[in-house]
């Protein structure tokens, strides 16, 4: 094609304008999409013209050809599904269609989050109280609040009664049965666990609902996982506020004479929390685009942070050579610390751009995870000889699958962010990496929740 | 003669690769090579390729630069990678597989019926 200096054509210019004005409305594509394809309009206008056709013809010829922009758009969703995933709907829905299914979407809300409430009180009538029965509630408060939640969004992804009850069910009852059947020592350790392990074990249920039964979309996955970390963000704005608004009442109630602590204590806190659950994740799903640019600010603020922390322990271990003799809590800590690492690799590759270039960002994660590794590497050392000195308790085999599977992960990643930064792999492999291994923390929580129990006999 | 939708889809990739083999190139001129190619017969929708030459880029199989064109505006040229090029050869055998099954068919086909008749005498469902 020879480059003919183009005749200034004014009317062809604000078609053009129009047209591109247009295409911008459709939120699936990027403004650099928009400009590629304004350039291949203009590629094709111009061809017209040199074969005889007029401006206005060749542009009709042209926009025609490009076809039909929603056809094109729901096509760049499909590929580009991060820049509206929580629209996740790519079908256009009428206007009116969906205002009065995003009113009644609220009606649902409020009632689960009642109904929620409701299940969270109705043990009291029972006998059972907050204070006295604190590890029935514990081992229990999962299976009160989160089935609602699957509830909400069994709804919202259309699955069916039926598909619903044979999808969730199952995994509910049987977790309502471990948690109540089990005969736990007084102040064993197993019971602990399986407090911490069964909620996040039904929240990956809640993940099966979440993504509408398609757990093997990897697409949906990343979802899923982003959906987590932006219900995090939301629900601790939402406990915040919470807080500063019971702080002022009671501190108010108090002036004019009124005690109502044991009232906020017994009703408004426990209710307001299981609420929250569900009022964070209908604010993630009402797609508010806030949050979408908090969590990558708090991805970039704490990487680096995260990263010193990780080398000053790290110097300070090395340092005091203290790595034999370090106790059980302290390798409790370093799992959780890896947990934070982890989360803050799954926020930074969620909310990262696939096509971006690597930058300095990328370098600054792969040090944050190799410093976590060296960290890893020698609680690991420490905790097999702790194993094998004193023998396998509950707490310290919980601790140390933890630390195998996040290592498992992590050198992984580790792997695969040297192969992007060095162009061999594109972003894509880390992302999919990540949600093929989303299936081994559900699998670990399961067998901490169903065999540690039996296998520790329940102390 | 207009190509059924699910067989320019499945030829999208195979061709897009092949082409940019010859040396990086923009949309709009892969558009216009397999349109010279196929003599005009393969249309595609324009605004489609863009979403596949993405998922391509996301994939590996390409990479993507801004250029400036002799003309002043800025286009988006995409040139294939090695992955993108061991795509290409595994999309070739399997593509001289199906080929050469079909050229087999149709050869045995001619041979056994009269063409149009044998198609009438078929029972409608």
Redesign the interface.
Known sequence: ?T?VP?TPDAGLEAQIGQWRGYVQRHRAISP??V???E??L???VADLEHTGLSGDEAFLVAVK?????D??SR??A???SERLWKQLVLTAELPEAADTRSRRELVVVLALAVAAAVAIKAPALAGYDLDDDASWYARNFGLLVLPFLAGYFAWKRRLGWARSLRLLAPPFLLGALVANVYPYAEDGSTEVLVAIHLPILLWFVVGLAYVGGDWGSHPRRMDFIRFTGEWAVYYTLLALGGAVLVGLTLAGFEAIGLEISSFIAEWVLPCGAVGAVLVAAWLVEAKQSVVENIAPVLTRVFTPLTTLMLLAYLVALLATGNVVEVDRDLLILVDLILVLVLGLLLYAISARD??ARPDLFDQLQLLLVLSALMVDVLMLVAMLIRITEFGASPNKTVALGLNLILLANLAWSARLSVGFLRQR?????LERWQTTYLPVYAAWAAVVVLVFPPAFSYT | MRIDKDLVAASATPLVLGILVDGES????I?KKVNELSAGEMRW????L??LL??L????YIQ?SWRV???G????HYAITQ?GLELLADRRRQWAVVTDALKRVWTEAAAAMPPARAMVAEPSR
């Open positions: 094609m480059a183009r650099a999409d400009d590629e394809l350039g291949h203009r590629d094709q050809r490009m076809g039909s922009l056809q094109v096509e760049f499909r590929e580009h696939p096509l792999l594109p972003f894509s492999a | 923009y949309g709009y001129a558009l929708t324009d605004g489609m863009y979403p993405h998922r880029e996301r994939l590996g993507a064109a002799a003309s505006r800025r286009r988006k992955a």
